[in-house]
């Protein structure tokens, strides 16, 4: 099931009719509302935080642009992530046909990047990022799609252009992956 | 099994972390973003701005080619009055009473003292000198006349000269000078009837009547009644998005324009009249199912055009998906530029009524729809289509209104502006219908004489 965001809360009426006026103190006031939360999320449909900042402007011009779309039912944030995750969907739609990495390529780096060894039994958010910035595109994003937003096969294939069997197979891959590499950065913490 | 524990433990470790990771960006990125919001405002205002210039230029070419067509009409019909008037004065034939009319006044002629001959009466003979003088210099200052070299070497107006002429020729006996002067006088729009009854004995009582042309400027709002003909070339009206269809979920809603008016007087009747309205129409849509016939999204069909939609989170659809829509809100917004020709059937004091018709450009501004379709969590995802496909950037319609005005002071009128138009050709080229709108307006305005 998709994720419920109804906990978050909204910016008040008038910062958004300001930004719907073009205002730029409050378009900025809006960003800065948000563009933490929303680099973070970024980051998970990323390669990297370069990759990340650009769908995050990509992200706020739509924003921006379709703000009078946004009816003020659900909350901004949710509206907002929404609009991240999708412009990070057509952002890896665009490079599909050039630098995607086959499906079934391993990823050599994967096994317990020492640098995450901190010591701590618990892993660490960013250390958790980075194992899923690790996977090929298609891994991340089926991943991400199911894990994260609780789409269902069907969706994510229709999304993505893939089958529901490729999804399906994409996501046990992914978690396969994931767990091989959280086991040795346990290890690597426990040594 | 424990795999499937770790699987799911592992999962929500991720949820988790994914929930409450944050990171600040750079200082580049809003300053990015503001450089592109930039820019699309700048698209924005440029695109606005083309429109609003190609209305500009419209209007001005109007306004100029009316100016050079009256123009051109006065001169005509000058060099016709002098000439004829020269003529009258070599023959000297008795006559009665000529009416001549060309824009902007109507002059009848004094009488010729009949019996008179060119040859005895040394009035006549000064007057044809004077009147050749007029002729060749009717738009310059009169510089040269004998009554008014002091004025003219003083660099006096045309106006006052004549003015002065006038008086002087009032005071003397010349009546047919005086015609040319009062027709000159009519040209630069001195109104003052030029009673010449001191023009000795037998001189006859010339009447002069003129009619000044300004601008008349109408602002005005109107309530629009629209509604629309729709043609296609399918027998089978009953298909999807067949105009049938189409006429039944789409339904007219509060419709209005509001603009100015330019109306320009040609002669006692007959005026020409244009302007730049602005005109939004607006439709409801009910809610449909909407079809994939490609892999762009769902095909949104109105009798304006069509775009296609596709919710955030939706998948590439498969030709023959659909997708549900609730209500929908369509705004449709022109700037209209009016050519037409009015004529003047009653008037008196107050009150005038002046039909007219003629043609109008509807330049496109914007086409807006707004809706919700199913979104990818269930609900409903709002959607603003701002570009229609298969709308015409510019149509024509024929434009007839009914100008009622009531006049409340010397230059101030109030102005009720019953109207009709109808779609010369239709709205939409590439477009499953062509839409052929029409509507009734009554509007309200102030007339101001500029």
């Known amino acids: 099931m998709p994720q419920n965001y109804s906990y978050l809360h909204g910016p008040n009426e008038q910062l958004i009719q300001k930004c719907l006026k073009n205002d730029r103190a409050a378009q900025n006031a809006l960003y800065k509302l948000y563009c933490n939360k929303m680099l973070g999320v970024c980051m998970w449909y ?4 370069e990759e990340a900042e650009e769908i995050l402007q990509d992200g706020f011009i739509k924003v921006f642009k379709y703000l009078q779309s946004y009816s003020g039912k659900g909350s901004m944030e949710g509206w907002i992530r929404k609009i991240m995750v999708n ?13 995607l990495r086959l499906v079934t390529e391993l990823d050599e780096d994967a096994m ?22 690790s996977l090929t595109p298609v891994y991340r994003m089926v991943f991400n799609l199911f894990v994260l937003e ?9 999304l993505l252009g893939i089958t529901e069997g490729t999804s399906k197979s994409n996501l046990s891959d992914a978690r396969a992956i994931l767990q091989q590499k959280i086991i040795g950065l346990q290890k690597t913490a426990s040594i | 099994m424990p795999m499937n524990k770790n699987l799911n433990e592992n999962d929500e470790l991720f949820r988790n972390a994914y929930q409450q990771f944050e990171a600040e960006p750079g200082p580049d990125v809003w300053k990015n973003i503001q450089a592109e919001l930039n820019g699309v405002e700048t698209v924005y205002y440029k695109r606005k701005l083309k429109r609003i210039k190609q209305a500009s230029v419209i209007i001005i070419a109007l306004l100029a080619g009316l100016n050079i067509y009256q123009h051109y009409y006065n001169r005509q019909a000058k060099h016709a009055i002098s000439g004829k008037i020269i003529d009258n004065v ?12 060309s824009p902007g006044y109507e002059t009848k002629t004094p009488v010729a003292n009949a019996g008179n001959t060119n040859e005895n009466n040394p009035v006549a003979e000064q007057v044809k ?5 007029v002729r060749e210099q009717h738009i310059e200052p009169v510089q040269n006349s004998f009554v008014m070299a002091a004025q003219a070497r003083a660099q006096v107006p045309m106006q006052a000269a004549l003015r002065n002429r006038l008086t002087l020729l009032t005071e003397k006996t010349a009546p047919p000078l005086s015609y040319a002067s009062n027709f000159l006088a009519g040209q630069q729009g001195l109104l003052q009837p030029l009673p010449m009854g001191g023009l000795g004995k037998n001189a006859p009582q010339v009447t002069v009547r003129t009619h000044n042309n300004p601008w008349l400027l109408t602002m005005y709002a109107s309530t629009d009644f629209m509604n629309y003909n729709l043609d296609d070339d399918d027998d089978d009206n009953r298909r999807h998005d067949g105009k049938d269809e189409i006429r ?20 006692k009747n007959i005026s020409f009249k244009t302007g730049l309205i602005y005109s939004n129409n607006a439709i409801g849509i009910r809610p449909q199912t909407l079809y994939s016939d490609n892999t762009l999204g769902y095909k949104y069909v109105t009798s304006s055009g069509y775009s296609y939609v596709k919710p955030i989170f939706g998948g590439v659809p498969a030709r023959g998906d659909s997708i549900n829509s609730n209500m929908g809100q369509h705004h449709l917004q022109y700037a209209i530029i009016p050519a037409m020709i009015g004529y003047t059937v009653f008037a008196n004091r107050y009150l005038s009524v002046t039909p007219g018709a003629g043609v109008a450009a509807n330049i496109l501004l914007s086409t807006k729809i707004r809706t919700e379709i199913e979104s990818g969590y269930g609900g409903g995802e709002p959607v603003l289509i701002s570009k229609l496909q298969g709308v015409r950037a ?7 209104n009914v100008e009622l005005q009531y006049k409340l002071g010397k230059s101030t009128s109030i102005t009720l502006l019953p109207s009709f138009m109808y779609a010369i050709n239709s709205i939409n080229n590439n477009n499953v219908v062509k839409t052929y709108p029409y509507s009734f307006g009554l509007g309200f305005g102030i007339t101001r004489r500029l």
């Not at chain 1, 412009?87 to 630098?99: D, E, F, I, W």
């Not at chain 2, 070599?90 to 009319?101: A, D, E, I, N, R």
């Open chain 2, 129 to 133: 000198k004077n009147l050749a003088e």
């Open chain 2, 90 to 101: 070599k023959t000297l034939k008795p006559t009665t009473s000529q009416t001549v009319k």
């Open chain 1, 112 to 133: 317990l990047p020492a640098k995450y060894a901190d010591g701590e039994s618990n892993l660490a958010e960013k250390q958790l990022l980075e194992l899923v910035q």
């Open chain 1, 87 to 99: 412009t990070a969907l057509l952002k890896y739609k665009g490079k599909k046909n050039s630098n």
């Open chain 1, 150 to 158: 609780g789409f269902k096969h069907k969706e994510i294939a229709g």
């Open chain 2, 248 to 267: 039944g979920r789409e339904h007219h809603e509060f419709s209005f324009s509001a603009g100015i008016l330019l109306k320009k007087q040609i002669n």
């Open chain 1, 46 to 49: 990323a390669k990297s935080r």
């Open chain 2, 394 to 400: 510019v149509y024509f319609s024929m434009q007839t």
